[in-house]
């Protein structure tokens, strides 16, 4: 009799709550309610190759059926460009609409969130904004009603991630509270997306809801069901999985992203394939490499099932805009490559597929030339908001209702700056038919006819015969890059982007702690804390918890407290002064005399530290302004002010210290000097 009874209460209450429901969105009814939902659905590395809506030889092989429903009842777009292909500008250029050159972040540095920013602009239009997964921008969130991220990179397995809320009394999220969940960090993602969608949200409100996983980026660790996801397959190669690189420019023969390459370990299988040489080592390396990608996209397309069933169960879908793309695209043995970073068309070209019924035809596919810049504009056109001040990208509004307009761009402008895999820093512009790519520290040309030669492989700079095309794409080129403000001398190595700067300020190899004695030297005015420097295994610190940290030196400030570490461990981490004041100047030093540390603050001499490990490679980034996290990209920003920074290749003496607490410059042999 309870169970009846409950029943059929239940059965009565339900149209009364819908009734409920219906008559407050009717007492709302405003153009608040009306206005779209937003679901900007980012993974990492994703590129178009494998996504079987673009077709190509994977289709078949790793189909992404719910991924490809997006397509299907929406839109796809075939050109859709990344404008510097790597993970963190690229994050960048989306949330402020702007090129690394006005945004001030050309690496892996951090975004400076003072500038406007999507995110912000959503949530000042009332939108509720959320943010669930791999942020990677190495500054606090910004403009979130709610968020839950991983740290830096964060884990595949039983990730830990920073919820809203959790934020070290430092004021920074990277060095706050991290929470572990059981699973593989794309199930986990799907989990909190929907638990944010079902009980996380104010159902009355509009939602922007950035959802960004971090498969399939390397290590490639898949989810262990996956195990024997194509394990009898053998995935196609491309046709120039044995380019040889003849008649290219030397970047590609210098850069040490190829298939089978010893930086990083990330596709030698120096193990599976020891007993191997020459073709057939690659191809077996090819194989593998293929096989932990494809299990991790085959991850991320599961769960794309489960998020587009739920907004359908939910009645959500008809009144949201679902956008699905990848950060960049990525090499699948193009070229025999992995990665990103180099401007062919594996690399450039972004997945973007739209749904939005109503408004966009079902099934449509687009032509039209779209960046990643142009993301803000356009969702905030959708959310009737005026652009972002100071952007350069362009609202897509009218493609995605089917239409380019004829003054739409014809051309866009590439630029990437050096940093990993010995990658050469290049720029350049791509037309509908050609690619002109200048690799610019090293003043060598290539230039590919797109629609002769799909693959690239053909690199006609020097034929007579584009004499002409040549001449017109460097005027392009030219053109593009004074439209959009970027000085060609301006190679992204001191991003000037004020007080609170990305991370680091100032990097630099020149300095070795092992060299003997040194001095270095700082003034700051910190608001909240943060590193002031670092010296780390930066860009060979592998992804495990075998790292040592030898020849780790950081410098930080804290809650008052100023701290020399000597490694990683809890026990290698010194207080050299406490109580020191936020918004204050200080002035402290670090001078090495006879391998012992004497610490000074305010030119006051306070200890003598440990015994300096001496087993620093030189070539480790001393990084000023901040520090390394494990996995060896920048993070820990400092918040404040470092005036300036001064190595000196000798031990100072006092007098010179308390000199430099005075404001004075000591005489010495400066290895480095660094003024903000
Ligand atoms: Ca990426």
Redesign the pocket.
């Known amino acids: 009799m309870m169970i009846i009874n409950y029943r059929s209460l239940k059965v009565i209450a339900v149209p009364l709550v819908l009734a409920l429901c219906q008559c407050k969105s009717k007492e709302n009814a405003s153009s608040m309610q009306k206005r779209p939902n937003v679901i900007f659905i980012m993974s ?2 994703h590129t178009s190759q494998a996504v079987s809506a673009y077709g190509g030889m994977l289709a078949s092989v790793c189909p992404t059926p719910n991924i490809d429903r997006i397509a299907n009842e929406g839109m796809l777009f075939k050109n859709c460009f990344v404008t510097n292909s ?2 963190t500008p ?1 994050r960048s250029a989306i949330f402020t609409g702007k090129y690394a050159h006005k945004n001030g972040v050309y690496k892996f540095t951090a975004l400076d969130q003072r500038q406007p920013t999507l995110p912000k602009a959503m949530q000042t239009a009332g939108y509720q904004t959320a943010f669930v997964g791999k942020y990677h921008l190495h500054s606090n969130p910004v403009g979130l009603d709610y968020y839950s991220v991983l740290p830096g990179q964060g884990r595949y397995h039983n990730p830990e991630f920073i919820e809203m809320g959790d934020t070290h009394e430092s004021g920074w999220i990277a060095q706050g509270k991290r929470t572990e969940y059981k699973g593989h960090s794309t199930d986990v993602i799907a989990d909190k997306t929907l638990d944010y969608l079902k009980n996380k949200r104010d159902p009355n409100k509009p939602f922007m809801l950035f959802l960004h996983f971090k498969a399939p ?1 390397d290590t490639w660790e898949y989810a262990q069901h996956y195990e024997d996801f194509l394990a009898d397959v053998e995935i196609p190669e491309p046709d120039n999985l044995f380019d040889t690189y003849e008649g290219r420019s030397d970047a590609l023969r210098t850069q040490l992203q190829y298939i089978g390459s010893d930086w990083g370990n990330h596709t030698n299988f120096l193990k599976e394939t020891a007993h191997l040489e020459g073709d057939a080592k690659r191809k077996m390396q090819y194989q593998l490499y293929m096989k932990k990608y494809l299990r991790c996209v085959k991850g991320v397309d599961d769960n794309m099932g489960r998020i587009l069933d739920y907004l359908d169960e939910s009645g959500l879908t008809e009144n949201t805009i679902i956008m699905y793309t ?3 695209g990525f090499y699948l043995g193009e070229h025999n490559l992995y990665d ?1 970073r180099f401007m062919y068309e594996e690399g450039l070209r972004m997945p973007f597929l739209v749904r939005w019924p109503g408004q966009i035809e079902r099934g449509s596919v687009s032509d039209g030339m779209i960046l990643n810049v142009d993301f803000a504009s356009t969702i905030l056109e959708v959310a009737g908001q005026p652009e972002l001040p100071g952007t350069q990208g362009k609202s897509f509004l009218s493609l995605l209702k089917g239409s380019i307009p004829s003054d739409w761009r014809n051309s866009m402008y590439y630029r990437y700056y050096y940093s990993h895999f010995e990658t050469e820093p290049h720029i350049g512009v791509r037309t509908y038919d050609h690619k002109l790519i200048h690799y610019n520290r090293i003043d060598q040309w290539e230039l590919y006819d797109l629609k002769a030669d799909r693959s690239e492989m053909n690199n006609i700079y020097s034929d007579p015969d584009y004499k002409n095309v040549v001449k017109d794409l460097k005027e392009e080129m030219y053109r593009l890059q004074k439209e959009l403000g970027d000085d060609p001398a301006d190679d992204g190595s001191k991003p000037n982007i004020g007080e609170l700067s990305g991370n680091p300020l100032y990097k630099t190899t020149n300095v070795d702690f092992g060299r003997g004695d040194i001095s270095i030297l700082t003034r700051f005015r910190s608001n909240v804390g943060g590193t002031l420097y670092s010296k780390c295994r930066l860009g060979d610190v592998p992804y495990s918890d075998k790292f040592e940290g030898k020849g780790m030196k950081t410098m930080f400030f804290r809650k008052g407290d100023l701290i020399f570490n000597d490694g990683y461990d809890d026990d290698s981490k010194l207080t050299i002064a406490s109580n020191l004041l936020d918004n204050q100047w200080h002035s402290i030093a670090v001078v090495i005399r006879d391998k012992y540390p004497h610490f000074y603050v305010d030119g006051e001499f306070i200890m003598k530290g440990m015994e300096v490990i001496s087993d620093d490679n030189p070539t480790h980034t001393f990084n000023i302004g901040a520090g390394v996290d494990f996995s060896g990209y920048n993070g820990y920003n400092f918040n404040g002010i470092i005036s300036e920074t001064l190595i000196y290749d000798t031990s100072l003496n006092e007098e010179a210290v308390m000199a430099h607490a005075e404001g004075m410059t000591p005489d010495g042999n400066k290895i480095v000097e660094w003024k903000n």
């Open positions: 990492d590395d790597i993970c690229s980026h990848g950060d960049q990103k």
